[in-house]
């Protein structure tokens, strides 16, 4: 019997992959899963392990107390309202307390976002459990879609549970629709998306303290920016609104909000000048379009500092 019986056989490799000078066996790499079956994969995991940490138990339990404490309160002033009170301010006292729910509505929504993605990349880093992902034949760029989905879709619930049980709450009680309620919900639920994007991007190079540090120091900076620009188009201070439109420009989350809020405040809420709920200056479209763009631009800046980081 020959020797080349017991000699191991040569892996067969298709002609296109073969130099043309050489004829070397080529080892066979265990191929990883597709790009989309990644996303999916990161997706589900993301939601395993926000369930995991007690993430959207806690996120479901404040979502419920805050619409029902929102129904308590407008029942009670529903109760208590005078019969003698005309229908109009009826209905305007309605429209303020549904705006002053949705204005601490969205503070808890942005706080959220930043607070459960602060800690998606940096922290499986620190933590070496990103070791075991990362370094399989899979694209990076595919995590970190895959968790930026995940926390979309839970943020989105969120967003329906508060910003939209307010606005249910309102109907129920009251028989109150919220003007806009459409373009109001999709205006909070992009400054939601926002704040995800620019904090998955800070978590691929910061730790997890950080990225939320910088994250909610952008959001406050927007804040103040957009009251400096509601004072200044008040008292017509060119200067003002120009610091204010460059704040929105660095971070355009609360634009979204001063946006939507002209979208469902109420005709006497709007002539009472400046404060936390209405707006007098009032974003433009071409912000909103802005705002978009800075989220899709800072979730492809995460893929790409994921992919060149050293792990």
């Not at 205006?187 to 997890?208: D, G, H, K, P, Y």
């Not at 120091?217 to 008040?234: P, R, T």
């Not at 979208?263 to 479209?285: D, E, H, R, Y």
Request: net charge positive.
């Amino acid at each position: 019997m020959s020797d080349k019986v017991f000699e191991p056989a040569e892996a067969v490799v298709p002609p296109e992959i073969l130099d043309g000078s050489s004829r070397t066996s080529v080892v066979a790499v265990p191929r990883g899963p597709g790009a989309a079956r990644t996303v999916i994969l990161m997706t589900r995991m993301t939601f395993l392990e926000a369930a995991r940490r007690k993430i959207l138990w806690i996120a479901a339990i404040a979502g419920a107390a805050f619409v029902g404490l929102f129904w308590a309160g407008l029942h009670s002033l529903l109760q208590g309202m005078s019969p003698k009170v005309p229908p109009m301010n009826r209905q305007e006292g309605i429209g303020m307390m549904t705006m002053m729910a949705l204005y601490a509505g969205t503070m808890m929504t942005s706080l959220m976002s930043a607070l459960i993605s602060c800690d998606t990349i940096s922290g499986e880093i620190a933590s070496g459990t990103i070791h075991a992902i990362a370094t399989k034949p899979v694209n990076r760029w595919c995590l970190v879609l895959g968790k930026w989905i995940g926390f979309v879709a839970m943020l989105t619930m969120y967003v329906l549970c508060i910003e939209g049980g307010t606005m249910a709450v309102g109907w129920i009680e009251a028989r109150h629709a919220t003007p806009h309620s459409g373009a109001a919900l999709s205006l909070i639920w992009l400054q939601a998306v926002l704040l995800i994007s620019v904090t998955i991007a800070f978590s691929t190079r910061l730790s997890a303290l950080t990225s939320g540090a910088c994250t909610l120091g952008l959001y406050g900076l927007a804040f103040v920016g957009g009251w400096i620009e509601q004072f200044g188009a008040i008292h017509y201070v060119r200067a003002c609104v120009n610091l204010g439109i460059l704040a929105s420009l660095v971070m355009p989350s609360d634009a979204l909000w001063r946006r939507a809020a002209f979208k469902v405040q109420p005709p006497l809420l709007g002539a009472a000048g400046v404060s936390p709920f209405n707006t007098s200056a009032v974003p433009s479209t071409a912000m909103v379009v802005y705002a978009a763009l800075y989220a899709i631009l800072a979730l492809v800046l995460a893929q790409i500092l994921f992919e060149r980081r050293d792990l």
